[in-house]
Protein backbone atom coordinates (compact mmCIF):
# COMPACT_ATOMS: atom_id res chain seq x y z
CA UNK A 1 0.00 0.00 0.00
CA UNK A 2 2.91 2.45 0.23
CA UNK A 3 3.01 2.43 -3.06
CA UNK A 4 -0.35 3.16 -4.00
CA UNK A 5 0.77 7.36 -4.03
CA UNK A 6 2.94 6.08 -6.75
CA UNK A 7 1.01 4.14 -8.63
CA UNK A 8 -1.83 7.10 -8.91
CA UNK A 9 0.50 9.33 -9.76
CA UNK A 10 1.62 6.83 -13.11
CA UNK A 11 -1.96 7.13 -13.90
CA UNK A 12 -2.07 10.54 -15.38
CA UNK A 13 -2.33 14.50 -14.15
CA UNK A 14 -5.67 13.71 -12.27
CA UNK A 15 -5.68 10.01 -11.57
CA UNK A 16 -8.67 8.28 -10.64
CA UNK A 17 -8.88 7.09 -6.55
CA UNK A 18 -7.57 4.08 -6.09
CA UNK A 19 -8.29 2.06 -3.49
CA UNK A 20 -7.44 -2.11 -2.09
CA UNK A 21 -9.88 -4.84 0.11
CA UNK A 22 -8.42 -5.51 3.20
CA UNK A 23 -7.42 -9.36 2.97
CA UNK A 24 -7.54 -9.74 -0.75
CA UNK A 25 -5.25 -8.85 -3.87
CA UNK A 26 -7.87 -6.97 -5.44
CA UNK A 27 -7.85 -2.96 -6.07
CA UNK A 28 -10.64 -0.30 -6.77
CA UNK A 29 -10.71 2.23 -9.49
CA UNK A 30 -13.24 5.24 -8.59
CA UNK A 31 -13.67 7.83 -11.73
CA UNK A 32 -15.91 8.73 -14.29
CA UNK A 33 -17.24 5.73 -16.08
CA UNK A 34 -15.93 6.98 -19.64
CA UNK A 35 -12.29 6.47 -18.25
CA UNK A 36 -12.45 3.43 -16.50
CA UNK A 37 -11.16 1.19 -19.20
CA UNK A 38 -8.18 3.59 -19.71
CA UNK A 39 -7.73 3.48 -16.46
CA UNK A 40 -7.77 0.03 -15.73
CA UNK A 41 -5.32 -0.94 -18.15
CA UNK A 42 -2.59 1.72 -17.26
CA UNK A 43 -2.95 0.11 -13.70
CA UNK A 44 -2.74 -3.05 -15.05
CA UNK A 45 0.55 -2.70 -16.30
CA UNK A 46 2.03 -0.75 -13.53
CA UNK A 47 1.10 -3.86 -10.87
CA UNK A 48 2.79 -6.30 -13.32
CA UNK A 49 6.05 -3.94 -13.38
CA UNK A 50 6.26 -3.76 -9.87
CA UNK A 51 5.71 -7.48 -9.80
CA UNK A 52 8.46 -7.74 -12.12
CA UNK A 53 10.97 -5.70 -9.56
CA UNK A 54 9.26 -7.36 -6.90
CA UNK A 55 10.03 -11.07 -8.04
CA UNK A 56 13.46 -10.12 -9.56
CA UNK A 57 15.02 -9.80 -6.42
CA UNK A 58 14.66 -13.08 -6.23
CA UNK A 59 16.53 -13.93 -9.40
CA UNK A 60 19.95 -15.67 -9.46
CA UNK A 61 22.71 -13.88 -11.35
CA UNK A 62 25.82 -14.42 -13.06
CA UNK A 63 28.71 -13.16 -15.20
CA UNK A 64 31.01 -15.70 -17.21
CA UNK A 65 34.31 -13.98 -18.56
CA UNK A 66 36.63 -14.69 -19.94
CA UNK A 67 34.45 -16.16 -23.47
CA UNK A 68 36.34 -15.81 -26.05
CA UNK A 69 34.92 -13.87 -29.08
CA UNK A 70 34.69 -16.81 -31.42
CA UNK A 71 32.70 -19.03 -29.13
CA UNK A 72 29.96 -16.16 -28.48
CA UNK A 73 30.23 -15.64 -32.46
CA UNK A 74 29.33 -19.42 -32.55
CA UNK A 75 26.56 -19.18 -29.78
CA UNK A 76 24.86 -16.44 -31.58
CA UNK A 77 25.05 -18.08 -34.91
CA UNK A 78 22.97 -20.93 -33.35
CA UNK A 79 20.34 -19.18 -31.88
CA UNK A 80 21.42 -20.23 -28.34
CA UNK A 81 19.90 -17.39 -26.08
CA UNK A 82 16.91 -17.37 -28.60
CA UNK A 83 16.18 -21.40 -27.36
CA UNK A 84 16.59 -21.22 -24.28
CA UNK A 85 13.98 -17.74 -24.06
CA UNK A 86 11.30 -19.88 -25.83
CA UNK A 87 10.75 -21.74 -22.99
CA UNK A 88 12.27 -19.69 -20.47
CA UNK A 89 10.38 -16.61 -20.85
CA UNK A 90 11.74 -14.80 -17.25
CA UNK A 91 15.21 -15.47 -18.48
CA UNK A 92 18.01 -13.07 -19.34
CA UNK A 93 20.82 -13.77 -21.66
CA UNK A 94 23.22 -11.16 -22.78
CA UNK A 95 26.07 -12.00 -25.13
CA UNK A 96 29.25 -9.36 -25.03
CA UNK A 97 31.24 -10.41 -27.81
CA UNK A 98 33.36 -6.90 -27.22
CA UNK A 99 34.16 -7.88 -23.69
CA UNK A 100 34.32 -11.80 -24.09
CA UNK A 101 31.78 -12.40 -21.64
CA UNK A 102 28.05 -13.59 -21.11
CA UNK A 103 25.28 -12.86 -18.45
CA UNK A 104 22.55 -15.10 -17.21
CA UNK A 105 19.61 -13.57 -14.46
CA UNK A 106 16.43 -15.45 -14.01
CA UNK A 107 14.63 -17.51 -11.52
CA UNK A 108 16.51 -20.63 -10.17
CA UNK A 109 15.27 -23.37 -12.18
CA UNK A 110 15.59 -21.56 -15.44
CA UNK A 111 18.92 -20.16 -14.59
CA UNK A 112 20.25 -23.31 -13.60
CA UNK A 113 19.15 -24.89 -17.09
CA UNK A 114 20.60 -22.15 -18.94
CA UNK A 115 24.04 -22.48 -17.21
CA UNK A 116 23.64 -25.78 -17.52
CA UNK A 117 23.29 -26.15 -21.61
CA UNK A 118 26.09 -23.27 -22.01
CA UNK A 119 28.92 -24.95 -20.16
CA UNK A 120 27.47 -28.41 -22.28
CA UNK A 121 27.81 -26.37 -25.89
CA UNK A 122 31.58 -25.08 -24.40
CA UNK A 123 32.74 -28.41 -23.74
CA UNK A 124 30.98 -29.99 -27.31
CA UNK A 125 32.81 -27.23 -29.50
CA UNK A 126 35.50 -28.14 -31.23
CA UNK A 127 38.28 -26.08 -32.68
CA UNK A 128 40.56 -27.05 -35.72
CA UNK A 129 43.68 -25.00 -37.35
CA UNK A 130 43.62 -25.23 -41.18
CA UNK A 131 46.80 -25.13 -43.10
CA UNK A 132 46.53 -22.53 -45.45
CA UNK A 133 49.08 -20.79 -47.49
CA UNK A 134 50.01 -16.86 -47.14
CA UNK A 135 48.04 -16.19 -50.58
CA UNK A 136 45.55 -18.05 -49.14
CA UNK A 137 45.03 -16.39 -46.35
CA UNK A 138 45.36 -12.98 -48.04
CA UNK A 139 42.50 -13.80 -49.53
CA UNK A 140 40.63 -15.11 -46.74
CA UNK A 141 40.79 -12.66 -44.89
CA UNK A 142 39.61 -10.16 -47.25
CA UNK A 143 35.64 -8.67 -46.86
CA UNK A 144 35.19 -10.66 -49.60
CA UNK A 145 36.67 -13.91 -48.58
CA UNK A 146 35.07 -13.52 -44.94
CA UNK A 147 31.53 -13.30 -46.62
CA UNK A 148 32.06 -15.97 -48.98
CA UNK A 149 33.25 -18.38 -46.28
CA UNK A 150 30.19 -17.67 -43.76
CA UNK A 151 27.73 -18.01 -47.14
CA UNK A 152 29.88 -21.25 -47.88
CA UNK A 153 28.84 -22.60 -44.47
CA UNK A 154 24.68 -21.36 -44.23
CA UNK A 155 24.02 -22.74 -47.08
CA UNK A 156 25.48 -26.47 -46.49
CA UNK A 157 24.03 -25.74 -42.95
CA UNK A 158 27.29 -26.31 -40.75
CA UNK A 159 26.86 -25.21 -37.50
CA UNK A 160 30.93 -23.57 -37.59
CA UNK A 161 32.39 -20.06 -37.90
CA UNK A 162 35.21 -19.16 -39.41
CA UNK A 163 37.92 -17.83 -37.87
CA UNK A 164 41.54 -16.06 -38.95
CA UNK A 165 44.17 -14.95 -36.79
CA UNK A 166 47.80 -15.83 -37.45
CA UNK A 167 46.37 -18.85 -38.48
CA UNK A 168 43.31 -19.94 -40.19
CA UNK A 169 40.64 -21.83 -37.68
CA UNK A 170 37.39 -23.03 -37.48
CA UNK A 171 35.34 -23.50 -34.23
CA UNK A 172 32.10 -26.21 -34.97
CA UNK A 173 29.32 -27.24 -32.49
CA UNK A 174 30.75 -30.70 -32.71
CA UNK A 175 33.68 -32.54 -34.06
CA UNK A 176 31.58 -33.49 -37.05
CA UNK A 177 30.61 -29.84 -37.76
CA UNK A 178 34.35 -28.66 -37.34
CA UNK A 179 35.28 -31.40 -40.09
CA UNK A 180 32.84 -30.81 -42.57
CA UNK A 181 33.47 -26.73 -42.44
CA UNK A 182 36.94 -27.58 -42.94
CA UNK A 183 36.20 -29.93 -46.12
CA UNK A 184 34.11 -27.20 -47.30
CA UNK A 185 36.79 -24.49 -46.79
CA UNK A 186 39.21 -26.65 -48.61
CA UNK A 187 37.21 -27.26 -51.21
CA UNK A 188 36.05 -23.66 -51.50
CA UNK A 189 40.02 -22.55 -51.92
CA UNK A 190 42.55 -23.30 -54.60
CA UNK A 191 46.04 -22.87 -55.20
CA UNK A 192 47.91 -24.18 -58.11
CA UNK A 193 51.48 -23.54 -59.88
CA UNK A 194 51.72 -21.62 -63.32
CA UNK A 195 53.30 -24.73 -65.32
CA UNK A 196 56.10 -23.57 -67.52
CA UNK A 197 59.22 -25.28 -69.72
CA UNK A 198 62.78 -24.55 -69.21
CA UNK A 199 62.41 -22.44 -72.77
CA UNK A 200 59.41 -20.46 -71.98
CA UNK A 201 60.72 -19.10 -68.80
CA UNK A 202 61.69 -16.15 -70.15
CA UNK A 203 58.05 -15.12 -70.60
CA UNK A 204 57.48 -15.09 -66.69
CA UNK A 205 59.87 -12.12 -66.87
CA UNK A 206 58.35 -9.96 -69.81
CA UNK A 207 56.75 -6.46 -69.38
CA UNK A 208 53.40 -8.38 -70.59
CA UNK A 209 53.30 -11.19 -68.38
CA UNK A 210 54.02 -8.58 -65.34
CA UNK A 211 50.83 -6.54 -66.55
CA UNK A 212 48.31 -9.56 -67.04
CA UNK A 213 49.11 -10.40 -62.89
CA UNK A 214 48.44 -6.93 -61.74
CA UNK A 215 45.22 -6.76 -64.08
CA UNK A 216 44.04 -10.20 -62.47
CA UNK A 217 45.23 -9.11 -58.86
CA UNK A 218 43.02 -5.87 -58.64
CA UNK A 219 40.09 -6.87 -60.98
CA UNK A 220 39.60 -10.40 -58.59
CA UNK A 221 40.07 -11.63 -55.03
CA UNK A 222 42.68 -14.04 -56.62
CA UNK A 223 46.80 -13.44 -55.81
CA UNK A 224 49.20 -14.17 -58.12
CA UNK A 225 52.70 -14.37 -56.21
CA UNK A 226 56.04 -15.61 -57.70
CA UNK A 227 59.10 -16.75 -55.53
CA UNK A 228 62.70 -16.44 -55.74
CA UNK A 229 63.21 -18.93 -58.38
CA UNK A 230 60.27 -16.92 -60.80
CA UNK A 231 58.01 -19.94 -59.99
CA UNK A 232 54.49 -18.20 -59.98
CA UNK A 233 51.39 -19.22 -58.10
CA UNK A 234 47.81 -18.29 -58.08
CA UNK A 235 46.05 -18.44 -55.37
CA UNK A 236 42.20 -17.64 -54.42
CA UNK A 237 38.47 -19.27 -54.74
CA UNK A 238 38.38 -22.22 -57.00
CA UNK A 239 36.03 -20.54 -59.48
CA UNK A 240 38.25 -17.42 -59.60
CA UNK A 241 42.10 -19.17 -59.59
CA UNK A 242 40.65 -21.29 -62.71
CA UNK A 243 39.51 -18.66 -64.84
CA UNK A 244 42.46 -16.62 -63.76
CA UNK A 245 45.00 -19.90 -65.03
CA UNK A 246 42.64 -19.96 -68.10
CA UNK A 247 44.01 -16.55 -69.07
CA UNK A 248 47.38 -17.47 -67.78
CA UNK A 249 47.59 -20.19 -70.03
CA UNK A 250 46.34 -18.53 -72.94
CA UNK A 251 49.27 -15.49 -73.04
CA UNK A 252 51.59 -18.49 -71.86
CA UNK A 253 50.39 -20.88 -74.99
CA UNK A 254 50.35 -18.31 -77.24
CA UNK A 255 53.91 -17.11 -76.64
CA UNK A 256 55.44 -20.01 -75.29
CA UNK A 257 58.45 -21.62 -76.98
CA UNK A 258 57.30 -24.77 -79.38
CA UNK A 259 58.94 -27.22 -81.73
CA UNK A 260 57.92 -28.50 -85.02
CA UNK A 261 59.13 -30.78 -87.89
CA UNK A 262 59.24 -28.79 -91.50
CA UNK A 263 59.47 -30.91 -94.06
CA UNK A 264 61.12 -30.10 -97.24
CA UNK A 265 59.89 -31.31 -100.35
CA UNK A 266 63.23 -33.25 -100.64
CA UNK A 267 66.37 -34.07 -99.81
CA UNK A 268 68.63 -32.09 -101.90
CA UNK A 269 66.49 -28.38 -101.39
CA UNK A 270 66.53 -29.10 -97.79
CA UNK A 271 70.65 -29.95 -98.34
CA UNK A 272 70.24 -26.80 -100.61
CA UNK A 273 69.09 -24.48 -97.79
CA UNK A 274 70.93 -25.78 -95.30
CA UNK A 275 74.57 -25.58 -96.88
CA UNK A 276 74.36 -22.45 -99.25
CA UNK A 277 70.90 -20.36 -97.88
CA UNK A 278 72.21 -20.22 -94.52
CA UNK A 279 71.97 -16.11 -94.66
CA UNK A 280 68.66 -16.28 -95.42
CA UNK A 281 67.35 -18.42 -93.10
CA UNK A 282 69.39 -16.12 -90.23
CA UNK A 283 67.50 -13.58 -91.51
CA UNK A 284 64.30 -15.28 -91.53
CA UNK A 285 65.69 -15.90 -87.90
CA UNK A 286 66.10 -12.12 -87.50
CA UNK A 287 62.99 -10.79 -88.71
CA UNK A 288 61.36 -12.78 -86.28
CA UNK A 289 63.56 -12.88 -83.37
CA UNK A 290 60.42 -11.03 -81.46
CA UNK A 291 58.54 -14.35 -82.27
CA UNK A 292 61.95 -16.23 -80.75
CA UNK A 293 61.90 -18.41 -84.14
CA UNK A 294 65.18 -20.74 -84.21
CA UNK A 295 66.10 -23.08 -87.37
CA UNK A 296 68.33 -25.84 -87.10
CA UNK A 297 69.00 -29.20 -89.00
CA UNK A 298 66.14 -31.93 -88.39
CA UNK A 299 67.17 -35.67 -87.64
CA UNK A 300 66.11 -36.73 -91.06
CA UNK A 301 67.68 -35.69 -94.38
CA UNK A 302 64.41 -34.20 -95.36
CA UNK A 303 63.92 -31.35 -92.60
CA UNK A 304 64.33 -28.46 -90.52
CA UNK A 305 63.50 -28.15 -86.72
CA UNK A 306 61.97 -25.16 -86.30
CA UNK A 307 61.19 -23.31 -82.66
CA UNK A 308 59.56 -20.29 -81.38
CA UNK A 309 56.11 -19.16 -80.17
CA UNK A 310 52.74 -20.08 -81.94
CA UNK A 311 52.42 -16.51 -84.24
CA UNK A 312 56.49 -17.16 -84.61
CA UNK A 313 56.28 -21.22 -85.95
CA UNK A 314 53.69 -20.09 -88.38
CA UNK A 315 55.38 -16.96 -89.73
CA UNK A 316 58.49 -18.87 -90.31
CA UNK A 317 56.75 -21.62 -92.33
CA UNK A 318 55.61 -19.12 -94.82
CA UNK A 319 58.48 -17.97 -95.08
CA UNK A 320 60.21 -21.37 -95.46
CA UNK A 321 57.67 -22.20 -97.61
CA UNK A 322 58.01 -18.93 -100.11
CA UNK A 323 61.85 -19.53 -99.99
CA UNK A 324 61.43 -23.12 -101.14
CA UNK A 325 59.16 -21.85 -103.82
CA UNK A 326 61.89 -19.44 -105.17
CA UNK A 327 63.64 -22.49 -105.84
CA UNK A 328 64.78 -24.19 -109.18
CA UNK A 329 65.54 -27.54 -109.44
CA UNK A 330 65.75 -29.97 -112.37
CA UNK A 331 66.45 -33.80 -112.88
CA UNK A 332 68.01 -35.89 -115.70
CA UNK A 333 69.30 -39.57 -116.47
CA UNK A 334 73.28 -39.39 -117.43
CA UNK A 335 74.01 -42.50 -119.28
CA UNK A 336 77.50 -42.99 -119.68
CA UNK A 337 79.78 -46.05 -120.15
CA UNK A 338 82.40 -45.70 -117.26
CA UNK A 339 80.85 -43.98 -114.91
CA UNK A 340 81.46 -46.44 -112.06
CA UNK A 341 84.99 -46.53 -111.94
CA UNK A 342 85.34 -42.28 -112.39
CA UNK A 343 82.92 -42.41 -109.01
CA UNK A 344 85.17 -45.03 -107.46
CA UNK A 345 87.63 -43.25 -107.96
CA UNK A 346 86.37 -40.21 -106.14
CA UNK A 347 86.90 -37.93 -109.20
CA UNK A 348 83.14 -37.88 -109.93
CA UNK A 349 82.63 -36.66 -106.23
CA UNK A 350 84.99 -34.02 -106.93
CA UNK A 351 83.52 -32.87 -109.89
CA UNK A 352 79.87 -32.75 -108.39
CA UNK A 353 81.66 -30.68 -105.33
CA UNK A 354 83.31 -28.60 -107.16
CA UNK A 355 80.45 -27.78 -110.01
CA UNK A 356 78.20 -26.95 -106.60
CA UNK A 357 80.84 -24.66 -105.73
CA UNK A 358 81.11 -22.58 -108.50
CA UNK A 359 77.63 -22.36 -109.17
CA UNK A 360 76.22 -22.00 -105.31
CA UNK A 361 73.68 -24.94 -106.29
CA UNK A 362 73.26 -28.32 -104.69
CA UNK A 363 73.75 -31.53 -106.86
CA UNK A 364 72.61 -34.76 -105.63
CA UNK A 365 73.94 -38.04 -107.51
CA UNK A 366 71.77 -41.07 -107.56
CA UNK A 367 73.67 -43.93 -108.73
CA UNK A 368 72.60 -46.78 -110.97
CA UNK A 369 75.66 -49.26 -112.67
CA UNK A 370 75.30 -52.16 -113.85
CA UNK A 371 77.21 -55.33 -112.43
CA UNK A 372 81.19 -55.34 -112.86
CA UNK A 373 83.04 -58.14 -115.02
CA UNK A 374 84.50 -59.87 -112.37
CA UNK A 375 81.55 -61.90 -112.10
CA UNK A 376 82.02 -64.34 -114.56
CA UNK A 377 77.98 -65.03 -115.38
CA UNK A 378 77.48 -61.15 -115.30
CA UNK A 379 80.40 -60.68 -117.68
CA UNK A 380 79.25 -63.77 -120.11
CA UNK A 381 75.72 -62.45 -119.74
CA UNK A 382 76.83 -59.02 -121.00
CA UNK A 383 79.17 -60.06 -123.80
CA UNK A 384 76.15 -62.22 -125.21
CA UNK A 385 73.69 -58.99 -124.70
CA UNK A 386 76.30 -56.83 -127.32
CA UNK A 387 77.05 -59.33 -129.45
CA UNK A 388 75.37 -61.11 -132.52
CA UNK A 389 77.00 -64.15 -132.27
CA UNK A 390 78.95 -67.01 -130.40
CA UNK A 391 81.67 -67.82 -133.41
CA UNK A 392 85.37 -68.35 -131.54
CA UNK A 393 87.78 -66.05 -132.61
CA UNK A 394 91.57 -66.33 -131.34
CA UNK A 395 93.63 -62.74 -132.08
CA UNK A 396 97.74 -61.55 -131.15
CA UNK A 397 98.66 -59.32 -127.80
CA UNK A 398 98.11 -56.40 -130.68
CA UNK A 399 94.33 -56.55 -131.14
CA UNK A 400 95.14 -58.77 -134.43
CA UNK A 401 92.68 -61.16 -135.94
CA UNK A 402 90.23 -62.13 -138.90
CA UNK A 403 87.89 -59.42 -139.38
CA UNK A 404 86.48 -61.66 -141.94
CA UNK A 405 83.98 -63.87 -139.48
CA UNK A 406 80.72 -62.77 -138.95
CA UNK A 407 79.51 -62.25 -135.55
CA UNK A 408 81.62 -61.45 -132.01
CA UNK A 409 83.98 -64.25 -130.17
CA UNK A 410 85.67 -64.18 -127.13
CA UNK A 411 89.13 -65.63 -127.65
CA UNK A 412 91.05 -67.98 -125.35
CA UNK A 413 94.49 -66.05 -126.43
CA UNK A 414 96.44 -63.38 -123.77
CA UNK A 415 94.30 -60.50 -125.68
CA UNK A 416 90.24 -61.24 -125.75
CA UNK A 417 88.87 -60.23 -128.98
CA UNK A 418 85.09 -59.30 -129.54
CA UNK A 419 84.20 -59.13 -133.24
CA UNK A 420 81.18 -56.69 -134.04
CA UNK A 421 78.25 -57.79 -136.56
CA UNK A 422 80.18 -55.36 -139.58
CA UNK A 423 83.86 -56.80 -139.00
CA UNK A 424 85.05 -54.50 -136.54
CA UNK A 425 86.98 -55.67 -133.99
CA UNK A 426 87.46 -54.60 -129.97
CA UNK A 427 90.31 -56.22 -127.74
CA UNK A 428 91.47 -55.43 -124.16
CA UNK A 429 94.18 -57.09 -122.31
CA UNK A 430 95.93 -55.77 -119.31
CA UNK A 431 98.86 -53.40 -119.38
CA UNK A 432 100.04 -50.74 -120.61
CA UNK A 433 99.24 -50.32 -124.61
CA UNK A 434 100.66 -46.89 -125.32
CA UNK A 435 103.06 -48.77 -127.42
CA UNK A 436 101.01 -50.93 -129.27
CA UNK A 437 102.02 -49.95 -133.35
CA UNK A 438 98.60 -48.72 -134.88
CA UNK A 439 98.38 -47.72 -138.36
CA UNK A 440 96.67 -43.92 -137.07
CA UNK A 441 97.09 -41.42 -134.85
CA UNK A 442 95.97 -43.18 -131.02
CA UNK A 443 93.18 -42.01 -128.79
CA UNK A 444 90.91 -40.91 -132.15
CA UNK A 445 88.09 -43.03 -131.17
CA UNK A 446 87.82 -41.20 -127.74
CA UNK A 447 87.07 -37.63 -129.53
CA UNK A 448 84.98 -39.20 -132.03
CA UNK A 449 83.06 -41.06 -129.70
CA UNK A 450 83.34 -38.23 -126.54
CA UNK A 451 83.49 -35.71 -128.12
CA UNK A 452 81.22 -33.46 -125.53
CA UNK A 453 82.45 -35.08 -122.62
CA UNK A 454 86.74 -35.02 -122.94
CA UNK A 455 88.80 -36.57 -120.38
CA UNK A 456 85.76 -38.67 -118.91
CA UNK A 457 86.56 -42.12 -120.40
CA UNK A 458 88.44 -45.02 -118.02
CA UNK A 459 89.39 -47.14 -119.84
CA UNK A 460 93.03 -46.63 -121.95
CA UNK A 461 92.32 -47.00 -126.04
CA UNK A 462 93.57 -46.67 -129.29
CA UNK A 463 92.07 -47.77 -132.58
CA UNK A 464 93.47 -48.96 -135.49
CA UNK A 465 91.12 -48.09 -138.31
CA UNK A 466 93.29 -50.29 -140.50
CA UNK A 467 92.23 -53.24 -139.58
CA UNK A 468 89.07 -51.62 -137.92
CA UNK A 469 90.75 -52.71 -135.19
CA UNK A 470 89.99 -50.74 -131.01
CA UNK A 471 92.13 -52.28 -128.51
CA UNK A 472 91.53 -51.36 -124.82
CA UNK A 473 93.47 -51.36 -122.07
CA UNK A 474 91.57 -53.58 -119.19
CA UNK A 475 92.49 -51.91 -115.88
CA UNK A 476 89.62 -52.67 -113.67
CA UNK A 477 87.54 -54.60 -116.10
CA UNK A 478 84.68 -53.75 -119.26
CA UNK A 479 81.45 -53.60 -118.37
CA UNK A 480 78.86 -54.95 -120.63
CA UNK A 481 76.88 -51.06 -121.12
CA UNK A 482 80.40 -49.96 -122.90
CA UNK A 483 80.73 -52.90 -125.04
CA UNK A 484 77.32 -52.39 -125.85
CA UNK A 485 77.67 -48.37 -127.03
CA UNK A 486 81.24 -49.49 -128.38
CA UNK A 487 78.92 -51.86 -130.82
CA UNK A 488 76.40 -49.27 -131.66
CA UNK A 489 79.17 -46.81 -132.73
CA UNK A 490 81.16 -49.25 -134.64
Known sequence: MAQLSSIRTSLGVDPPLVKTIDDSFVARIVSLSSKVKDYEEKLKSKLE???????????LKKKVPNVPEERLILLKKIKFVEKLQEKNKELEIKLDTEGEEIYFEGPQPQFTEATMKFYKQMSDMVEKTLTLS???????????????????LENNNVEAVFIIDKDAKILGTSAAHADNAAMLVNKLMLEEKVQVDDKSKFLLRSPEWRMLCVEINTETAVRIHRNNWIETYVAGFRDDVMKAMKKLNTFLESNCIRDERFVCSSQIVRRYLAELRQEDL????????GYEVKIKNGKGNDDFDISGNKEGLIRAKRKLDALIKDIASETFDVKQPGLRKFFDSGKGDRLVKSVEKDHSCAIQVQKNFGQRRDDSKSQAAAVNSASSGSDDDHGDDDGGGDDDEEGSAVSGSDASTLVMTHGHKISWKPGNIEMEKVSVERNCFITIQYAGFPGLLPYNMVWDAHVNHALIGDQSGLDSSFISLLKDTT
Do not use: A, P
Not at 49 to 59: D, P, V
Not at 134 to 152: A, W
Not at 282 to 289: A, P, T
Open 49 to 59: EIYREETRKSY
Open 134 to 152: DRMLEVLSSDEGLKRVKCE
Open 282 to 289: RSIENQLK
